[in-house]
């Protein structure tokens, strides 16, 4: 029975993890079994081994050990990750306002240009025919105009003398009017000096009957009244004779009146047709400036100093102009100041100001930090995939001329900094006590990686930020656990910032310093867990910070 009990003892403790004794052991006890007495004894020695491993075991599970980390009073730097492309700041593309074949190009990719130079040439001999036609239709217009405006000045003429000829006749109207009135007096005159006449041989009548006068008066007084008939009749004449010129005057009057209306309309119609003479004459005027332009656009020119970065066409190429100007060359203005247009989220917008500082790598040189400045945040938003960006415009110098066009830059815009603050890790925000009693010291390496308990909502420090497990933003209020003495001691802190794995805190309740040790979470580090823990800090914890995991015994 006692070999029994000591065979399966033996068997226990060459398997227990607890106790550890090594094969070689079992292999020398195996070889010593046949002894009776050494059995009994090794079977003694084994139920001790036992029960000691059992007891260490129960220990260890009753003292679970901390994982803490130092609180240490740094600069701590809040900054926004993200990418985008090195470009010049001013870049100008070239082109061309006219069609044509290009004939000659006078530079290439890097080359230096100054305002002026001329960078390509056009075939011009289509421009150069259009020109002349041009120009022959300015001619013919300007002799046209010449022609017509002589034309016009006849019209003029013509009006005058239309004018003067109306004017006369309407004179000789006028006059022809003044003698019917003449004419209508005379032949009154000429009736009443019958009428007396008649009157006088009746009364000469009357007067020979009785002998007062003699028959020579009455002979006399009768041819007056003869006389003073012809003489009426001669007036009745005159006045009808008048009456004609007068009618006759009014029609030449009217007849010149209308000739004028006719020279007056077609001294306008000359005077239009000068007018439109002339405008084609300005419009010839204006094809032929616009053919000479096209002549000199033939010529493309740099139209600021700087260098060559795209040359987009060849000799021999077609460029065509109709549509849109083809763009033949792209000139960076100055490389030696670029700009890295970098496409920052929606989550981290809210934080870029212009001002803040850029530090950023390029694959090219990926041990070298260039530094810029942010110089605008544009508010047009790119939206890819459902995923909200925007341009951050930074300003940065090119020493050595090392930063080119295009390139992919990895940047990170430092939004806030506080100096001197109280940094602890983020986790130590979302820590909770798991359970109460006291825990024993043990020294080991924290695992800054270990899984949190999540805190339970009826959390004796109540509820905070932190308590649902993630940690707080700036401005929220948190706890924070100080391992005191071997005890959790709970300190309600105001975070101000949060950068990554740490936080800038300050203490609302209780005290917290640079040194002290907060909690991160509960359990043996993974070293200690694995049988292998050694005592020292570790580099391993958040944001760079070393973490002492303590137990109390």
Not at 415 to 444: D, E, F, I, W
Request: no cysteine; hydrophobic share 40%; proline share 4%.
């Amino acid at each position: 029975m006692l070999r029994k009990v000591s065979v399966a003892m033996l068997g226990k403790l060459t398997s227990s993890p607890g106790i550890g004794i090594l094969p070689p052991f079992s292999r020398f006890f195996a070889g010593v079994a046949a002894d009776r007495r050494l059995r009994m004894l090794l079977a003694a020695l084994a139920i001790a081994a036992l029960l000691a491993g059992a007891f260490t075991i129960s220990r260890s599970k009753a003292a679970p050990v901390y994982q803490t980390q130092t609180v240490l009073q740094q600069d701590l730097t809040q900054s926004v990750t993200a990418s985008g492309t090195v470009n010049p700041q001013n870049t100008v593309t070239v082109g061309t306002q006219v069609s044509g074949t290009i004939s000659q190009i006078f530079v290439d990719f890097n080359s230096k240009v100054r305002q002026g130079q001329v960078l390509a040439k056009l075939d011009t001999s289509q421009l150069a025919a259009q020109l002349q036609q041009a120009q022959a239709s300015l001619a013919q217009a300007q002799a046209q105009a010449s022609a017509q405006q002589q034309t016009a000045g006849a019209a003029q003429a013509n009006i005058a003398v239309s004018r003067a000829s109306s004017a006369a006749q309407t004179a000789a109207a006028q006059a022809a009017q003044a003698g019917i009135a003449t004419a209508d007096a005379n032949v009154t005159k000429s009736q009443s000096a019958l009428r007396l006449a008649q009157q006088t041989v009746s009364r000469d009548k009357s007067l020979l009957a009785n002998g007062y006068i003699a028959q020579s008066q009455l002979d006399a007084d009768q041819s007056n009244a003869v006389a003073a008939q012809s003489a009426l009749q001669a007036s009745q004449a005159a006045a009808a004779q008048a009456r004609a010129q007068a009618a006759s005057s009014v029609n030449q009057a009217q007849a010149a009146n209308a000739q004028a209306s006719v020279s007056t309309s077609q001294a306008g119609a000359s005077s239009d047709n000068t007018l439109a003479a002339q405008a084609a004459v300005a419009a010839a005027q204006a094809q032929v400036a616009q053919d000479q332009l096209n002549m000199q656009r033939a010529v493309i020119t740099s139209p600021v100093d700087g260098t060559v970065i795209d040359r987009a066409v060849s000799v021999g190429q077609t460029v065509a102009a109709s549509l849109q100007t083809p763009t033949l060359f792209t000139i960076a203005q100055n490389l030696n100041k670029m700009e890295v247009d970098i496409a920052v989220g929606e989550p981290d917008i809210g934080n870029v100001r212009p001002g803040d500082t850029v530090n950023f790598s390029v694959l090219a040189y990926p041990n070298q930090t260039f530094r810029g400045t942010v110089q605008q945040v544009r508010e047009n938003p790119t939206t890819v995939s459902n995923v909200v960006t925007y341009t951050v415009i930074t300003y940065v110098e090119n020493t050595g001329n090392k930063l080119m066009p295009g390139m992919t830059a990895n940047a990170t815009i430092n939004v806030q900094t506080q100096h001197g603050a109280l940094v602890v890790p983020a986790q130590a925000l979302s820590y909770r006590p798991s359970g109460s009693g006291k825990h024993t010291h043990r020294k080991g390496t924290s695992t800054s990686g270990a899984s949190t308990p999540a805190a339970s909502s009826t959390s004796p420090w109540g509820q905070t930020t932190a308590s649902a497990g993630g940690a707080a933003g700036a401005g929220a209020s948190g706890l924070v656990f100080v391992l005191d003495k071997g005890k959790a001691k709970p300190v309600r802190v105001q975070v101000t910032m949060v950068s990554g794995t740490q936080a800038a805190v300050t203490p609302v309740t209780g005290t917290l310093s640079a040194g002290d040790e907060v909690i991160v979470a509960d359990g043996a580090p993974a070293a200690q867990a694995s049988g292998s823990s050694r005592s020292g800090a570790s580099s391993g914890g958040p944001g760079g910070m070393g973490g002492i995991g303590r137990a109390i015994r």
